[in-house]
């Protein structure tokens, strides 16, 4: 299932939070090579964990962390402009509209239906805060991903070659993509909902019983 | 969207702290709502506001301490997604008596804030609320959203620049594409025109306009071209043709400028 989350509300839930971190490790450290920190615990986490992002989480059945990716708005300090202004020829992109999404990793034994279930929570993200975009980093591997669901993102600009290349590109708000995106991750609309619902709030009706 | 604009230049003509005050009373009558209010909250609940509630709410709010226990203020702390009222957790005995009191004071039994976050913890949210039913207060949170996203953030710059000690963020300038964006578009190509000459699609042409409109506060694309002119950012019409050397795409830019008179 799906679950937005606050950071300062992951520790709520302490296996998906640790598979999270761990799987992070997996990816940009171990196989990607990227310069992260990964502490004692094998977590990996930069300052932009501390700004207390929302986290997009897809939880395994088991609990564990299935995929993920982390959301901060550009209006604030933002991973994109701080590290990737030379990607973007000195662009420096900031809008209430635009959240920056960075972090994009899949757990080792995830499918790519999952991939495809980020995308979706990516995608209601955008219709339910009236964003524009998603500004996002991100490997080649993730890249072919996007392309495959048929969610491929507008590159703005690149450094490094073969596996060592990383980019910053753009996903723009198309409500036409959902049903596809939907399709690829085998959900329905209505459980998408349910679980955006859940994460952001109780549901109305349950609050008309409430009161 | 006339009043708007209206709205803008009071926000930008705004001298004193105090002048937000009247900026809420313009909201709350252009848009039909109970009431409009601007609550700024550091985290250790230092605050200040400006609105439409009635004094006596303010004051009460203060005496008893409500910013504890008022879960739009807890629930809003340290996100940066638009909240409404309904999706908090209300189901504390202080919240609901807090509801109670609330709603006595006219504040209304809906209502929708748009958090801001600043440095250090702190806090600012504008919220909107009113009386009505679930049904017409989703109608007016969709309808409004965008608007009152962009409101929120020009209204707290503003606040956070008249309110001594507290630095807003500078205002920044427009980067190469967002100033050729606004050129072209200040010339009078289209949007698809404009994407051609960078050689960008379309949505990526958009989020340059978004970033831009922004940087200016601006609501809408008019209004930021507009503004950039006034500021000297961008220069269109017959001085940019005549500059020497030729701006980038010029001939195309020609060559589109007579088809679209045409």
Redesign the interface.
Known sequence: MLRYI?A?ELSQFPVLQASMHRDRAVQFSERLKWAVTVDEMGWERDEYDDM?P?YVIWANPDGTHGGSMRF?????RTMVNDHFAELL??????????WECTRFCLGQKSTPRVAAAMMLAGGELMR???L??L?GVFDPRMVRIYSMIGASP?I?GSAGEGRDKISVG?W?F?AEDRVKVLRRAGLSSEISEHWFNRS???S?QE?QK?A | MLELDQFLQALEQADALEQIHDLTVGLRDQFQIDHVVYHWVSADGEQYGFGTYDPAWAQRYSEKEYLRIDPVIVGCF???????W??????SKAAQAFRKDAIAHGVGNQGFSIP??GPNGQLALLTASHTTD?ESWAEFMEAH??EW??IA?YLNQKALQLEKGRTPEPV?AL????TDALTYLGMGYSRGQVADLLN??E??L???I??A???LGALNTTHAVARAITEGLIVVGGAARAAAGGWPGREEGDKIAKSAAG
């Open positions: 606050y300062n207390n929302l901060l708005p550009t209006t604030e020829n000195g662009e420096d992109i900031r809008s209430p509209f635009i339910a805060f009236s524009t975009h500004l507008e703005l753009l723009p198309r952001f709030g109780r109305v609050l409430a | 340290q996100r940066f997604d638009p909240v409404d309904k999706k908090l957790d209300w189901s801001i976050r679930d959203q965008r996203i962009l953030h920044r980067s190469p594409r967002e960008i699609s949505h990526t958009r989020a340059y978004e970033s409109r922004f940087k």
